[in-house]
């Protein structure tokens, strides 16, 4: 068996054509209403145009219960990123604390020995 190439999943969703004639673009929500809910719209849209204005959901909306947990689940996720972001800063100062803290250790037993 051939194996699924990435987004293989959604490619096997046909594309409609928007109202310019165009073939329209698959788009995955990340809202808190919508979370992971696909949808078409023109290729032209982009950040706050709307293209053709064309837009319609490829999977149908979730029932309230799994929207509340998937977006819990997103909000969790972004927690825990915000939390490694900030721990890998904080790990950062830490070495520059320790390569520091060495550095002076060095200075003070080559003093002493020089
Ligand atoms: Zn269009």
């Known amino acids: 068996m051939r194996k699924e190439p990435p987004g293989g999943e959604e490619l096997a ?9 165009r073939l329209a673009r698959l788009q995955t929500s990340w809202t808190e209403s919508n979370p992971l809910r696909r949808f078409f719209v023109c290729p032209k849209s982009e950040r706050g145009e709307n293209g053709c204005g064309f837009f319609v959901w490829v999977d149908i ?8 947990l998937m977006a819990w689940l997103l909000r969790t996720k972004r927690e825990v990123e ?30 002493n020995v020089g």
Do not use: N, T
Not at 13 to 21: I, S
């Open 13 to 21: 969703v046909a594309a409609p054509h928007c109202y310019c004639g």
């Open 61 to 68: 909306e979730m029932p309230r219960r799994e929207i509340a």
């Open 82 to 111: 915000d939390q490694i972001v900030r721990a890998r800063a904080r790990e950062k100062k830490l070495w520059i604390a320790l390569f520091i803290s060495w550095a002076f250790v060095f200075m003070v037993w080559f003093g």
